[in-house]
């Protein structure tokens, strides 16, 4: 009798499990994207549905314009993905996504707005820009209601280096009057996407949703609302992106679409085993690389949080490129800046740009890599003619080979021969391998790496001649916030140290950068040297397209000049610990028959002929008209 009832208990249960199983099969939980635009180049769409038991159900779409091309179904059940073209007869509007699967049927509304058709709602930055570098977390808390979110693991803990400190996107809002004002003419976040990670989530880098501007900035709507603010006062966004990895608690890691959906997935399966990447990006250029050489590099994992993309995967290159263009579209971004770019699969990551640019010919993209060597880098810029025959359509390259030699010439020691300006100059010299180096970001230093001023060891004198350098230097200048008010973090290389917090941008700071409050005469020497400059710099044509000539450093001494049929500047720098003459015989190429120039920095007028002496560890901007 008991094993009876125990049957008839088991078969009722199995009923009504299954009962329940057909009761919620075919909930739609995520369609990505979550809209799209009518007017694109590309017509085809991707539209990811995610649901439980989803993957087992039709589709139809009746809509004038809007036809299925194929449904792609993978390992997951609970995944399709529709792929739908979008011709020249559709119109913006909504319309039904039907799914049906037996008796049970679920519609998803899905809408096809109209793409901007303004010029300036995507306009990409460029050499007449002045980039702030912003890392969201550390700049200013301007809504203290989304500090600590219960959802969140990674709490407010501003004690914490490494912890979240409460900034968000209505404090960059709220001071964007501040950015204006120094003269800067757009802004990078360091990433703003969702990072429900357990902890050090602050930086932005191990994204968990795609789709989603993490809450505890403010979510989508701050988002939109900022850049249409910043647009409107004269500043870009840029927007960091990470199409290399995710973080380990990205939602599809809980339930991955196939089993290829990221590279080595045993590093998934198995916490005793992680293969990270092997770092060595010369891989992708090297004649003689071998294979594993190069899929040990491409395929390891960034970190042992970030498990690495396979965007050899048609379907989820596909998703990773119509992201790009998604947030593109509907914020109206100034530019992207891609995080590890050679990180990537290298043909993925050529067609992700191709596509972007296809749609949006006068935008900018800038991607990361890390080397000293510009060969290396300039391997990946647009109209690179390069050794294998590999195409890329990258615009821009971050110039971190200009950065870390241009460093060298501030630090190392004057020698009794040679010069100490050799190595920035002899960098210089390597343009001719970059098709447009014209358009590469420069930077004194940046969120991975020590502040400017704590690179010089707080020599005030060395950071006026960077600054100097960065923006009188061809290239589109990038500038970490509070390098103005000289932040630094001596006795620590801590990336957290790195970031800390911008003085003001708490209640409670003990300095007020945005007003002055608390400012030492020195730091406040620094904004006022740094606004002066940049505003200088906003209206000056000469150096945002005029041409470079430079002139082979003489001891301690280094001069170069940015000109154009009007005007030109010439830039001298002495870094010597004693004054220097300097004959303006030499440079008769470049001044002519002008006679007179003013210095930018004093307002002090210096005439164009015989000889001047330069202050020991000084900086001139001469600026005069060509005649």
């Known amino acids: 009798m008991g094993n009876y009832f125990l049957m008839r208990w088991l078969a009722t249960s199995f009923l009504g499990l299954l009962f329940f199983a057909q009761a919620t099969a075919g909930t739609v939980d995520r369609v990505e994207p979550p809209f799209w635009w009518h007017g694109f180049k590309h017509n085809e769409l991707q539209i990811l549905i995610y649901g439980d038991g989803i993957g087992q159900f039709d589709v139809t779409i009746d809509y004038p314009g809007v036809t299925i091309n194929r449904v792609e179904r993978v390992d997951s059940e609970n995944y399709l993905f529709a792929y739908i073209d979008i011709d020249d007869a559709s119109r913006p509007g909504s319309f039904d ?80 009057d501040y ?77 991955m679409p196939s089993a290829d959906w990221i590279n080595i997935s045993a590093a998934y399966e198995d916490p005793d085993f992680y293969l990270g990447s092997t770092h060595a990006r010369t891989s992708n250029q090297d004649p003689y690389a071998s294979e594993i050489d190069k899929a040990e590099f491409a395929d390891g994992w960034f970190d042992y949080s970030m498990p690495d993309l396979n965007q050899r995967n048609p379907l989820l290159a596909d998703y990773l490129i119509q992201n790009a263009i998604w947030w593109t579209e509907y914020v109206g971004l100034a530019g992207i800046r891609m995080d590890t770019y050679p990180y990537s699969d290298k043909h993925f990551i050529s067609e992700w740009t191709r596509r972007i640019m296809q749609e949006y010919p006068d935008f900018n993209i800038t991607g990361e890599e890390w080397t000293a060597n510009p060969a290396i880098v300039s391997y990946w810029q647009r109209g690179k003619n390069n050794h294998d025959g590999y195409v890329s359509y990258l615009p821009s390259v971050l110039d971190f080979p200009l950065q870390i030699a241009f460093a060298e010439s501030l630090l190392i020691e004057p020698k009794s021969w040679g010069s100490v300006w050799t190595p920035a100059y002899e960098m210089l010299g390597n343009d001719f391998l970059y098709p447009d180096p014209g358009n590469l970001v420069i930077f004194p230093d940046n969120h991975d790496m020590s502040r400017i001023f704590t690179q010089v060891g707080e020599d005030y004198d060395l950071f006026q001649m960077a600054i100097v350098y960065y923006l009188t230097m061809r290239g589109i200048p990038s500038i970490y916030y509070g390098t103005e008010v000289l932040m630094s973090h001596t006795g620590t290389d801590s990336h957290g140290a790195i970031r800390e917090e911008f003085p003001g941008g708490w209640a409670d700071s003990e300095k007020n950068a945005f007003t002055g409050r608390g400012l030492s005469s020195v730091e406040s020497a620094a904004q006022t040297f740094m606004r002066k400059l940049l505003n200088w710099r906003k209206a000056k044509a000469v150096i ?12 301690n001494v280094y001069a170069y000049f940015r000109y154009d049929e009007i005007s030109s500047v010439m830039v001298i720098m002495n870094r010597g610990d004693s004054a220097e003459t300097l004959e303006f015989d030499h440079f008769a190429e470049r001044i002519g028959e002008s006679k007179q120039a003013t210095d930018v920095l004093s307002g002090r007028d210096y005439r164009l002929e015989g000889s001047i002496s330069l202050e020991p560890r000084s900086v001139l901007l001469l600026e005069f008209d060509n005649q």
């Open 97 to 176: 996504i039907v799914l049906r699967h037996g008796d049970i049927s679920v519609t998803h509304e899905y809408e096809l707005r109209e793409k901007n058709p303004d010029p300036l709602h995507v306009k990409g930055f460029s050499p007449s820009d002045t980039i702030y570098l912003i890392t969201p977390d550390r700049f200013a808390n301007g809504d203290l209601s989304n500090d600590t979110l219960n959802e969140f693991a990674d709490e407010k803990n501003r004690a914490d280096d490494y912890g979240r400190h409460g900034g968000d996107l209505a404090g960059i809002s709220q001071h964007l």
């Open 544 to 555: 945002h397209s005029g041409k470079l000539m430079q002139y082979a450093p003489m001891g």
């Open 179 to 255: 950015i204006q004002d120094m003269g800067f003419t757009a802004i990078w976040l360091n990433p703003i996407l969702e990072n429900a990670m357990p902890k050090a989530s602050y930086h932005g880098y191990a994204i968990t949703d795609f789709y989603t501007v993490d809450p505890r900035y403010g979510g989508n709507s701050q988002y939109l609302a900022l850049t249409q603010k910043a647009r409107a006062q004269g500043i870009g966004v840029v927007m960091d992106m990470v199409a290399n990895h995710i973080g380990i608690e990205h939602w599809w890691m809980k339930d």
